[in-house]
């Protein structure tokens, strides 16, 4: 069982940055893909960034690529979310997930669909605005 908790959300202007934090419990946090999803009122949940558990490899959504970064490190238990240039459509609360990897090899798809994540955070809410 895997608990995640998100921080580091808040008000901000448009071309503004924010760092998330997701901090899991449990000794196996390495053997995670974790991923960030964003829901906005009235809107699904849609995927963000994802990291796989060699830490190198990251997918992004098409619309925050080159301005989101995802990182992890596994000594502390915490995937990040940079946010840079920041605009009113990334405003949604934003939820941190996890997925148990075994396999050796999944799709970049796969890590995109959030029906293959089965842990979640409860949420963290950003608003850009002036």
């Known amino acids: 069982q895997v608990q995640l908790v998100e921080s580091g959300g808040g008000l901000v202007q448009p071309g503004g940055s924010l760092r998330l934090s997701c901090a899991a419990s449990?000794?196996?946090?390495?053997?995670?893909?974790l991923g960030w999803f964003r829901q906005a009122p009235g809107k699904e949940r849609e995927f963000v960034a994802a990291?796989?558990?060699?830490?190198?490899?990251?997918i992004y959504a098409d619309s925050v690529k080159g301005r989101f970064t995802i990182s992890r490190d596994n000594a502390k238990n915490t995937v990040y979310l940079q946010m840079n240039s920041l605009k009113p459509e990334d405003t949604a609360v934003y939820y941190c997930?996890?997925?148990?990897?075994?396999?050796?090899?999944?799709?970049?798809?796969?890590?995109?669909?959030?029906?293959?994540?089965?842990?979640w955070g409860q949420g963290t809410q950003v608003t850009v605005s002036s």
């Open positions: 990291i796989r558990r060699s830490s190198i490899s990251t």
């Open positions: 449990g000794p196996t946090f390495s053997m995670y893909a």
């Open positions: 997930a996890a997925r148990l990897i075994l396999a050796t090899y999944y799709t970049d798809n796969y890590y995109r669909d959030r029906s293959n994540y089965n842990y």
